[in-house]
């Protein structure tokens, strides 16, 4: 018997993206009904979290606990929205963990710790590399308040970034960006949505022109991440790295306050459009250079991820052609077989039929 070859050599085929038989139509309303949802769960987060916090004294951990009913609401929501939209609901879809993750964009795979880890290390290396200019120049400016307390602060803000950071994926690169690629397509999607997110962004404070542009790149860079991997895992790493290295080792400002952070303070000092202002890196001018620079990259990283999980065999009723060429080529017999014709030959008639014979 042949033996079976070693496991780690067995490698998983393609896994093509699901597709979906709703009509396009029906896809936008599921878009505008996640938009309008994601409104509704970010109130209720807030009216939640400062009636525990009022009641039970929690205001320590009040950032943390708003995110984490943020995306809890989240979650649940859209998977209701997709229960709801299935032809044939399953009750799995909304009861049970993996249903709530796949709707979400969140799936039970075997590279889910290295895509993450993958992407934080892109985005550590493209905040390192944002604010280099800023380090070489003599521009930042950090004081340090190195005591036990404050390393709880830390701790809970890194806990408090990790559960904002992956809200914020799974509102606007989960579902909702899902539902739009289907019923737009894919670029028009990622350039509506960045669009959409850079606009929000222009109502923060200090906001200005190119952090306006930093935060479209970083939706475009975010969008990508999905699409060469059809999950969250690598976008929440790029986006949790940058936010908790920028805040955290660097004491700087970023986007949303997303806990306490009293280890490092750092002020800056030279032009706004080099360092930033009071927004951060992410209006900084360098920052923009080296996003673009940033989705170049990802999509070489993700090239393995892009082959396992978004490939798409060849539809044979749309493109016949497509699978014809891949055909394999008809068999040809080179054995060689009794003639059913005389030979020509009579020497080799007379040694043909003596083999007859024999056999």
């Known amino acids: 018997m042949q033996a079976s070859p070693p496991k780690e050599l067995i490698k998983p085929l393609p896994q093509s993206p699901r597709t979906s038989a709703l009509p396009r139509p029906f896809h936008f309303l599921l878009f505008l009904g996640a938009g309008l949802w994601i409104v509704a769960a970010q109130g209720l987060a807030e009216r939640a979290t400062q009636g525990l916090t009022v009641r039970f004294n929690l205001s320590i951990i009040s950032n943390l606990l708003q995110q984490l009913f943020f995306l809890f609401l989240l979650l649940i929501g859209f998977a209701v929205l997709r229960w709801i939209a299935a032809r044939s609901p399953a009750p799995d879809a909304i009861s049970s963990l993996n249903g709530i993750r796949a709707t979400n964009a969140l799936p039970a795979r075997a590279t889910t710790r290295e895509e993450f880890l993958r992407g934080a290390a892109l985005g550590w290396a493209i905040i390192i590399a944002a604010i280099l200019p800023l380090m070489l120049l003599g521009a930042l400016h950090p004081e340090f308040n190195l005591n036990l307390a404050n390393f709880g602060y830390a701790l809970l803000s890194l806990l408090t970034i990790a559960i904002a950071t992956l809200a914020l994926e799974v509102a606007f690169r989960g579902f909702l960006f899902i539902q739009f690629i289907e019923a737009t397509g894919p670029v028009f999607a990622t350039l509506f949505l960045s669009f959409l997110y850079a606009t929000l962004s222009a109502f923060r404070p200090d906001a200005t022109a190119l952090s306006i542009l930093n935060t479209f790149l970083f939706a475009v860079l975010f969008c990508t991440a999905y699409l060469r991997t059809r999950a969250l895992w690598i976008g929440w790493g790029i986006h ?113 039929n003596r083999n007859d014979e024999n056999y």
């Open 240 to 352: 949790f790295a940058w936010s908790a290295v920028a805040t955290l080792l660097f004491g700087l400002p970023i986007t949303v306050d997303f806990g306490f952070n009293n280890l490092i303070f750092t002020s800056v000092s030279g032009p706004e459009w080099l360092t930033g202002g009071a927004y951060g890196p992410e209006a900084a001018f360098f920052t923009a250079i080296v996003l673009i620079a940033g989705i170049f990259i990802l999509h070489r990283l993700t090239r393995h991820y892009a082959w396992e999980y978004t490939y798409t065999p060849p539809n044979p009723i749309r493109n016949p052609k497509a699978i014809a060429a891949t055909a394999p080529a008809p068999l040809v017999q080179i054995l060689g077989s009794t003639p059913t014709a005389a030979s020509t030959n009579p020497v080799i008639e007379q040694h043909l």
